[in-house]
């Protein structure tokens, strides 16, 4: 709900839990007022105070008040070299040669529905449920009108933004910044969480407290990257995640981003989040239009769970878009780690033989079917079949695959080209490239300029054909180094900053266009697994490899960060092989799986090389899968424990929304000798109701979160096991639970 009041010149915003409130001030600047737990409709501004600061410049408009300045007034979209010393949210650079923006509100309109933003990700939803605030600034100098777009979805408790700048006009406007979201807060006595890595251990959360100055993470890769996540929390200094008050803000982008705070002189904050100005301009001319991409608020007053889950309710439902939206996705195997690029149809039906048998429901065939692609040192960019091996193409190979009962799907890495591939030996002008300096390789390969349409629209002919050609339900959507050479030969000189953006759009267009042209194929992101795991991916791709490392414990740390946003359905995760291929680490195939099933749930392993009693533990997790994935999917997320502190074992939930039903999922470290009694506290459940845990002992909700249940022993390293509960009868009698020996548990 969006209210205006007249006498105050107040927006509010209401979402079920939360309000948000902007005034704006005589002299046209537009403050923020308060963000926080849902308050009745009021006017705030009392909250808004002055004082003669020295130092602080004071805006013509102000007159001889001297308490007015936009260097302490909190702003709902700050500008630039007029009088705010803090991080700007925009910056023209006018033919003059000044870098200024001034803004002072036009007007206002509060309409049903959502913006549209075109090219670009975002939140999505009928008509009724949605309600949109428009403001319009305007910098009369500069001759642009910038236009704040607030779209609030108030049953799922989020908040989004985005900025249109417009060229009003009659020369070039340019812009050397443009942020999706200024959020000025009155205090600094927060921490600040962001989500930092590498290739092979993403999203890790790194909590600080705020200090005087500037705090922030970013990626100038040319993607969201491995290194940093575009998702920050800002949270109440003891909040946890039971209690206290906490910010999220995501950034739906998957190019170069940043996400600053600054903390002020008079202990407030600031944060800025956006498109990161690094070798960042955009040319507007004369009518043009430059859309920033959207960001998205949850406030939770009940501290970083609740926060989470309220986040993964709106992603799962109003965010990911596919024909298989709320129904379980098919359980897959991927050759990758299997054959590498040795394999031939003998050696993929065997896999694909065994994978049927153990209920398996789509093979994936990965890098390597293409071109001359027999390592990584070629055939990217030529997308036809490697009829030399595999006979017959695609189009002998997927019907046989569906034959034994499988879907059939298939890799491709769209923006990437090998020097010796005949693509670049026809057009090398088609890759990034500087003049004059020789490229940097990753994976001794090149980025391909997606910023032209001539590229992609010969990238996007031959996947079509090659897609058209067979049975396919699945694609995954890799990307395997960071971007550099920025440079397009498109493109003039003055208007080089606008590249690394440009590229972003045309992988936007390209996934459009595939949704739109095959709607029945499931596509999967990857970047390397999780180096574009992020908002705007999730529009196009609604799930992500979370990662290239696929060992049990380093996935419990991986998927408990990603978890703090993005919802377990999106997360891509396998069981492989051990030793492990990144870490060489000897994990059990029971722990594999139930780590894996967190997540987009599938194998990376060669099944026709399993023992027979691996092979019947796979069986047995793929129909404890099929049984509970709803749950597993679609639950809410409950993470009992920190994988990242020293403890005994980790520990998370998924609990139904009635509350009915949890499965409660538990990884132990190393083995110890003398192992104490271990009591796990639940959370998430009824406490007025009875649950049965694995069909067995019947145990009250509130003793079950309050006092704990008993884990059972165990030997060896790296153990896990789930405990399945559903609420009964009150009329059971509660029961004891004792352990023995074998870690079985005897009611």
Same mark, same amino acid.
């Given at each position: 709900?969006?209210?205006?009041?007249?006498?105050?010149?107040?927006?509010?915003?209401?979402?079920?839990?939360?309000?948000?409130?902007?005034?704006?001030?005589?002299?046209?600047?537009?403050?923020?007022?308060?963000?926080?737990?849902?308050?009745?409709?009021?006017?705030?501004?009392?909250?808004?105070?002055?004082?003669?600061?020295?130092?602080?410049?004071?805006?013509?408009?102000?007159?001889?008040?001297?308490?007015?300045?936009?260097?302490?007034?909190?702003?709902?979209?700050?500008?630039?070299?007029?009088?705010?010393?803090?991080?700007?949210?925009?910056?023209?650079?006018?033919?003059?040669?000044?870098?200024? /923006?001034?803004?002072?509100?036009?007007?206002?309109?509060?309409?049903?529905?959502?913006?549209?933003? !075109?090219?670009?990700?975002?939140?999505? @939803?009928?008509?009724?449920?949605?309600?949109?605030?428009?403001?319009?600034?305007?910098?009369?100098?500069?001759?642009?009108?910038?236009?704040?777009?607030?779209?609030?979805?108030?049953?799922?408790?989020?908040? *989004?933004?985005?900025?249109?700048?417009?060229?009003?006009?009659?020369?070039?406007?340019?812009?050397?910044?443009?942020?999706?979201?200024?959020?000025?807060?009155?205090?600094?006595?927060?921490?600040?969480?962001?989500?930092?890595?590498?290739?092979?251990?993403?999203?890790?959360?790194?909590?600080?407290?705020?200090?005087?100055?500037?705090?922030?993470?970013?990626?100038?890769?040319?993607?969201?990257?491995?290194?940093?996540?575009?998702?920050?929390?800002?949270?109440?200094?003891?909040?946890? !995640?039971?209690? @206290?008050?906490?910010?999220?803000?995501?950034?739906?982008?998957?190019?170069?981003?940043?996400?600053?705070?600054? *903390?002020?002189?008079?202990?407030?904050?600031?944060?800025?989040?956006?498109?990161?100005?690094?070798?960042?301009?955009?040319?507007?001319?004369?009518?043009?239009?430059?859309?920033?991409?959207?960001?998205?608020?949850?406030?939770?007053?009940? %501290?970083?769970?609740?926060?989470?889950?309220?986040?993964?309710?709106?992603?799962?439902?109003?965010?990911?878009?596919?024909?298989?939206?709320?129904?379980?996705?098919?359980?897959?195997?991927?050759?990758? !780690?299997?054959?590498?690029?040795?394999?031939?149809?003998?050696?993929?039906?065997?896999?694909?033989? !065994?994978? /049927?048998?153990?209920?398996?429901?789509?093979?994936?065939?990965?890098?390597?079917?293409?071109?001359?692609?027999?390592?990584?040192?070629?055939?990217?960019?030529?997308?036809?079949?490697?009829?030399?091996? &595999?006979?017959?193409?695609?189009?002998?190979?997927?019907?046989?695959?569906?034959? &034994?009962?499988?879907?059939?799907?298939?890799?491709?890495?769209?923006?990437?080209?090998?020097?010796?591939?005949?693509?670049? $030996?026809?057009?090398?002008?088609?890759?990034?490239?500087?003049?004059?300096?020789?490229?940097?390789?990753?994976?001794?390969?090149?980025?391909?300029?997606?910023?032209?349409?001539?590229?992609?629209?010969?990238?996007?002919?031959?996947?079509?054909?090659?897609?058209?050609?067979?049975?396919?339900?699945?694609?995954?959507?890799?990307?395997?180094?960071?971007?550099?050479?920025?440079?397009?030969?498109?493109?003039?000189?003055?208007?080089?900053?606008?590249?690394?953006?440009?590229?972003?759009?045309?992988?936007?267009?390209?996934?459009? $266009?595939?949704? *739109?042209?095959?709607?029945?194929?499931?596509?999967?992101?990857?970047? %390397?697994?999780?180096?574009?795991?992020?908002?705007?991916?999730?529009?196009?791709?609604?799930?992500?490899?979370?990662?290239?490392?696929?060992?049990?414990?380093?996935?419990?740390?991986?998927?408990?960060?990603?978890?703090?946003?993005?919802?377990?359905?999106?997360? @891509?995760?396998?069981?492989?092989?051990?030793?492990?291929?990144?870490?060489?680490?000897?994990?059990?195939?029971? *722990? $594999?799986?139930?780590?894996?099933?967190? %997540?987009?749930?599938?194998?990376? &392993?060669?099944?026709?090389?399993?023992?027979?009693?691996?092979?019947?533990?796979?069986?047995?997790?793929?129909?404890?899968?099929?049984?509970?994935?709803?749950?597993?999917?679609?639950?809410?997320?409950?993470?009992?424990?920190?994988?990242?502190?020293?403890?005994?074992?980790?520990?998370?939930?998924?609990?139904?929304?009635?509350?009915?039903?949890?499965?409660?999922?538990?990884?132990?470290?190393?083995?110890?000798?003398?192992?104490?009694?271990?009591?796990?506290?639940?959370?998430?459940?009824?406490?007025?109701?009875?649950?049965?845990?694995?069909?067995?002992?019947?145990?009250?909700?509130?003793?079950?979160?309050?006092?704990?249940?008993?884990?059972?022993?165990?030997?060896?390293?790296?153990?896990?096991?789930?405990?399945?509960?559903?609420?009964?009868?009150?009329?059971?009698?509660?029961?004891?639970?004792?352990?023995?020996?074998?870690?079985?548990?005897?009611?």
């Amino acid at each position: 709900m969006i209210v205006y009041h007249e006498p105050s010149r107040t927006y509010t915003l209401h979402t079920k839990h939360s309000t948000y409130q902007l005034a704006v001030h005589p002299t046209g600047v537009v403050q923020h007022v308060y963000y926080g737990p849902r308050l009745r409709d009021c006017d705030l501004t009392g909250l808004l105070r002055y004082a003669d600061r020295g130092f602080s410049p004071n805006p013509e408009e102000a007159g001889a008040d001297r308490t007015f300045s936009l260097d302490t007034t909190p702003q709902e979209y700050s500008t630039c070299g007029v009088g705010d010393f803090r991080l700007p949210a925009i910056e023209f650079e006018l033919p003059c040669g000044s870098r200024t /923006a001034d803004l002072r509100y036009a007007r206002g309109e509060i309409r049903r529905g959502k913006y549209a933003l !075109e090219g670009l990700p975002a939140f999505y @939803g009928g008509g009724e449920e949605w309600e949109t605030l428009s403001l319009v600034l305007r910098d009369d100098a500069a001759q642009a009108e910038v236009e704040l777009l607030y779209g609030v979805l108030e049953e799922y408790d989020l908040i *989004t933004r985005s900025v249109l700048v417009r060229n009003v006009g009659e020369g070039p406007v340019r812009l050397c910044r443009c942020a999706s979201l200024c959020l000025d807060l009155p205090r600094s006595d927060l921490d600040m969480v962001t989500f930092n890595g590498a290739h092979l251990m993403e999203r890790c959360p790194s909590r600080a407290p705020l200090r005087p100055g500037i705090q922030s993470a970013g990626s100038v890769r040319g993607a969201s990257s491995h290194q940093h996540n575009p998702f920050v929390i800002l949270c109440d200094r003891e909040a946890n !995640e039971d209690y @206290g008050l906490c910010y999220g803000a995501m950034l739906l982008y998957s190019g170069n981003f940043q996400a600053a705070v600054e *903390t002020g002189q008079f202990e407030n904050a600031r944060l800025v989040m956006g498109v990161n100005p690094y070798h960042f301009t955009w040319t507007l001319e004369p009518g043009g239009v430059f859309s920033a991409p959207e960001a998205a608020l949850v406030c939770s007053e009940a %501290g970083l769970g609740e926060m989470s889950r309220r986040f993964h309710r709106a992603i799962r439902d109003r965010l990911v878009r596919d024909h298989l939206r709320g129904r379980r996705k098919p359980v897959l195997v991927n050759n990758w !780690e299997a054959t590498y690029f040795d394999f031939d149809p003998e050696k993929l039906l065997a896999i694909a033989r !065994e994978a /049927a048998a153990l209920g398996v429901e789509l093979f994936v065939l990965d890098d390597g079917w293409f071109g001359k692609r027999d390592d990584d040192n070629s055939g990217l960019g030529d997308w036809q079949v490697n009829t030399d091996k &595999l006979p017959g193409g695609l189009e002998a190979l997927a019907p046989a695959i569906n034959d &034994l009962g499988l879907s059939f799907g298939l890799w491709v890495e769209p923006e990437m080209v090998s020097e010796d591939s005949d693509l670049y $030996r026809a057009h090398p002008d088609w890759a990034l490239q500087v003049p004059g300096r020789t490229p940097a390789r990753g994976r001794n390969q090149l980025v391909l300029d997606f910023s032209r349409r001539e590229v992609r629209d010969h990238i996007y002919a031959q996947l079509h054909r090659v897609l058209s050609s067979a049975p396919v339900t699945y694609v995954k959507w890799d990307m395997n180094r960071s971007l550099s050479g920025v440079w397009s030969a498109a493109l003039p000189p003055q208007r080089q900053g606008e590249v690394y953006h440009r590229c972003v759009l045309g992988v936007y267009e390209m996934l459009e $266009r595939l949704r *739109t042209d095959f709607p029945e194929i499931l596509v999967e992101g990857c970047c %390397g697994g999780g180096g574009r795991f992020d908002g705007g991916m999730l529009y196009y791709t609604p799930q992500i490899w979370c990662s290239d490392n696929t060992d049990a414990m380093d996935r419990l740390r991986i998927q408990y960060g990603t978890s703090f946003c993005y919802p377990v359905c999106t997360m @891509g995760a396998h069981v492989s092989v051990v030793p492990n291929e990144q870490n060489g680490r000897v994990t059990p195939l029971e *722990t $594999r799986g139930i780590a894996a099933m967190s %997540g987009a749930f599938g194998y990376e &392993l060669d099944l026709s090389k399993c023992t027979p009693e691996e092979k019947a533990c796979i069986r047995r997790q793929i129909e404890t899968y099929k049984a509970r994935w709803e749950l597993l999917q679609l639950g809410d997320y409950y993470r009992l424990t920190d994988p990242f502190r020293e403890g005994p074992y980790t520990a998370w939930a998924q609990v139904s929304p009635d509350r009915r039903e949890a499965l409660v999922s538990v990884v132990f470290g190393g083995a110890r000798a003398v192992s104490p009694f271990r009591v796990l506290k639940l959370k998430g459940l009824d406490p007025g109701a009875r649950y049965q845990v694995d069909g067995a002992g019947c145990w009250g909700g509130d003793a079950l979160m309050h006092a704990g249940f008993p884990l059972p022993a165990v030997k060896g390293d790296y153990q896990a096991v789930q405990l399945h509960l559903t609420a009964v009868d009150d009329q059971l009698p509660l029961c004891n639970c004792v352990l023995i020996e074998s870690g079985s548990i005897n009611i």
